[in-house]
């Protein structure tokens, strides 16, 4: 792949093959390739050579059914200004307030909804300050799996968190993806046996 700039190739040569249910980190400094490689993956770029297959399928066909396959925790999750019900029912608006408890419970946010005097009808704000950073990780992973696709992309989750929180958020990411191919984009070593 090529930004067209005329730096040259940002990927180059990359021939990999993930099976269903297997977990990939991928590591490497900065500005070496690796968001360049999961907009690859979510089909927000095209290879300039090669290409780039979902069960067989391009990935640039699946366009906006993408999200359908693979899901996304970036370094900042992004929350609405809206109640954590809806926070959450994002993902699936089909998901009932029973389902949205489990899911809390598994992310182990159950206990502080619970705390909160309206519970899951509390407004977040859009920047999400109600919550610690560790929380807003834990409630985007509530939404992914409540989105509950095959496939989950980890992009730099753990970024300015403090090493107890991201060691614990690292812990319960494996715990609650189980079963899901998990690849995890990071620039350091720390956590990587989780």
Known sequence: FSYGNGQGNVL????????????LAILGRSGSGKST???LLRGDLTPSQG???????QVSELKENISDYISVIQQAPYLFNTSILNNLR???QEASVSEVWKILDKVGLKEMVERLPEGLET?????GLRFSGGE???LALARILLQDTPIVLLDEPTVGLDPITEMKLLKTFMQ????????WITHHLKGIEA
């Open 37 to 39: 490689f999961a907009s």
């Open 90 to 92: 994002l993902a699936n």
């Open 51 to 57: 290409h780039i297959l979902l069960g067989g399928y």
């Open 123 to 127: 407004m977040v704000d859009e920047a």
């Open 136 to 138: 807003r990780h834990r």
């Open 176 to 183: 609650a993806l189980e079963g899901k191919t998990l690849i």
């Open 12 to 23: 180059e040569g990359l021939d990999l093959e993930i099976k269903q249910g297997q977990k």
